[in-house]
């Protein structure tokens, strides 16, 4: 099973960038003569968005074979190991799967109810929208209800971020100077059917404080009671900082504490085990406290009835879970003994080991403040999880929020990997 070919530039000429990578893909894909390339997904820089039209429909010009694109813009572009801080760069990767097995969708050809539509069942779906998208929440668990795993994954860029959804349908229309297959708001992406073999993990790099609190009352962003009691002093409690006039320093100690910590969201009761965040726990900012009322502020609406969980980011925390990542994925592709019959109960001269199974690209969405900031050196980051997963084709993007099932995380990175026999 071949590699997904990458492809990946930066040059003050955006146009110069898009020709390097396509040179890069055409060499890779010589030597794979037998694959056939027809989905691309695109992740560029923020000043690119502005010409992601043109880039379109230059990337389109100059790979024929592909028929579909998809993408979107962010923060910082990753490839390989690499991170691209420069303003105009991109990267390409070429998925060798069959046309049958993938839908790309948008707003003007959206995902069908039940995920189902001639012969294909998503599965699975690769997301993009916009941070600042309307009733994100709800949308996102209407969208993984489309699928038949719940499985979304992908990124969320800021407002003036730009989409990449090009059907083959659309290419017609595309190579004569249309403006079709680009979004700047809704949804858009690709859903894979169950025989796109694909993976997601999720590192939070967060060490928690302490056990889970039951909200016992929110409004909105603002959480007001924790266990029935007041949640602006208890978080303090926590933190083991005064704030008040008589306090020395006033706010300004706990508002230093406080700027370093975080509140993961999870099902009552949930979100945390072993004392480490589950997948479940929706990391979320602090953003502001409200003294009148003795609550907090976070970055996202939440409810009563739900536990959270305050924590701190750690980078000991950070690169052990990205080793951990990788490991886990290792063993989740070692192949299974299974009887050639079926029978569980075989003796084990009799098992057969399954078909290996091999990472053919992988995708990593990561969040602001982790990158260099919290792994000590530019691309140590990436260099640590490519170390986990070996030499394998990667890109993804630096996004405002990381997409994980149907919820959205800040401070997460959310790694798929794509396997093959």
Known sequence: ??????????????????????????????????????????????????????????LARSLPQVTDWVGSSGQTVLAMEHEYTEDYSLAVMLLDIPAAHYRVYSGVAPLALGGAEAGFDAHSALVHSSIDQPELAELLLELSERTSSGNLFGALSDEQGAQIACRAEDLPRLRTGAAVGVFHAGFSGVAFDSDVACISRLAQGCAPLGAGMAITQAKGQLVLELEGEPALPKLLQLLDVEASPSAGGGWQAALSQLRKTQAAIAPLGRGLERGALTEEAQVLHIVGLDPVRQGLALSSGVESEHTVIFCQRDTSKARHELMQMGAALKDALMPDFADVDGDAFA?????????????????????????????????AELKLLRHALGPVPLIGVVAEAQLMDARAHQLAGVLTVFTGN
Do not use: C, T
Not at 5 to 31: F, I, K, N, T, Y
Not at 347 to 366: L, N
């Open 1 to 58: 099973m071949s590699l997904f070919p990458v492809g990946h530039a930066s040059h003050e000429d955006w146009r110069h960038a898009a020709e390097q990578v396509v040179l890069q893909l055409r060499g890779q894909m010589l030597r794979q003569p037998q694959a056939q390339h027809r989905l691309a997904l695109v992740y560029l820089s923020q000043s690119l968005a502005r010409h992601a039209q043109e880039l379109l429909a230059l």
């Open 347 to 379: 003796k084990p001269e009799a098992a057969q080991p399954a078909a290996a199974r091999h990472i053919r690209g992988a995708i990593y969405v990561s969040s602001k403040g982790r990158g260099s900031e919290m792994f000590g050196g530019a691309d």
